[in-house]
Antibody
Framework: QVQLQESGPGLVRPSETLSLTCTVS????????WSWIRQPPGKGLEWIGY???????NYNPSLRGRVTMSVDTSKNQFSLRLNSVTAADTATYYC??????????????WGQGTLVTVSS | SYVLTQPPSVSVAPGKTATITCGGN??????VHWYQQKPGQAPVVVIS???DRPSGIPERFSGSNSGNTATLTISGVEDGDEADYYC???????????FGGGTKLTVL
């Protein structure tokens, strides 16, 4: 049974870079896509982007330019970097496995999420 | 970007049927997925491909999708069904997934 676990700092200063890692256990990164999704406190879900095990990426246009994702198949991990953060980036960040068939994608399973607060 | 519209809240008495809608332009032509999110927990998919139930999801959960509206139906609602529910599709025009704003289901 595949499980995902996010890790990284819970507090990031404004204008700095948010860095998170998702460790996958119970399964391999291949041949899947893997996403980051965030949820501001009390609000809905926002897809940040996905990365393929080979390294191909696709980012949400609203965040493009600030987002970078990477993958390390040797460690069964993938990572998120979001630069120039502001208070609006305060959210619970989830990693998830993408299931893709044809013209659709859905997410299962998800990590438990990690709250990242942007504050000085 | 594609917009999915959900009612902010739905209330239902235990044992009754809850209906949560998700609206979008020609939504019936897309595959809709539904997630349940209980307080303090990560979302869990309860319906995929409009009406498929993943393993472990009770038969009380069902889904349909036609025209401009997808519907998640929960029959015989239990206290444990109280949660936020999100619909989600792949927006082929912008090439990224989109979530609805979420519906809070309250069991009276």
């Amino acid at each position: 049974q595949v499980q995902l676990q996010e890790s990284g700092p819970g507090l990031v200063r404004p204008s700095e870079t948010l860095s998170l890692t998702c460790t996958v256990s119970g399964g391999s990164l291949t041949p899947y896509y893997w996403s980051w999704i965030r949820q501001p406190p009390g609000k809905g879900l926002e897809w940040i982007g996905y990365i393929y095990f080979s390294g191909n990426t696709n980012y949400n246009p609203s965040l493009r330019g600030r987002v970078t994702m990477s993958v390390d198949t040797s460690k069964n991990q993938f990572s998120l970097r979001l630069n120039s953060v502001t208070a609006a980036d305060t959210a619970t960040y989830y990693c998830a496995r993408d299931l893709i068939e044809g013209r659709t994608i859905w997410f299962d399973p998800w990590g438990q999420g990690t709250l990242v607060t942007v504050s000085s | 970007s594609y917009v999915l519209t959900q009612p902010p809240s739905v209330s239902v008495a235990p044992g009754k049927t809850a209906t949560i809608t998700c609206g979008g332009n020609t939504l019936g032509g897309e595959s809709v997925h539904w997630y349940q999110q209980k307080p303090g927990q990560a979302p869990v998919v309860v319906i995929s491909y409009d009406g498929d139930r993943p393993s472990g999801i009770p038969e009380r959960f069902s889904g349909s999708n036609s025209g401009n509206t997808a519907t998640l139906t929960i029959s015989g609602v239990e206290d444990g069904d109280e949660a936020d529910y999100y619909c989600q599709v792949w927006d082929t025009n912008s090439d990224h997934p989109v979530f609805g704003g979420g519906t809070k289901l309250t069991v009276l």
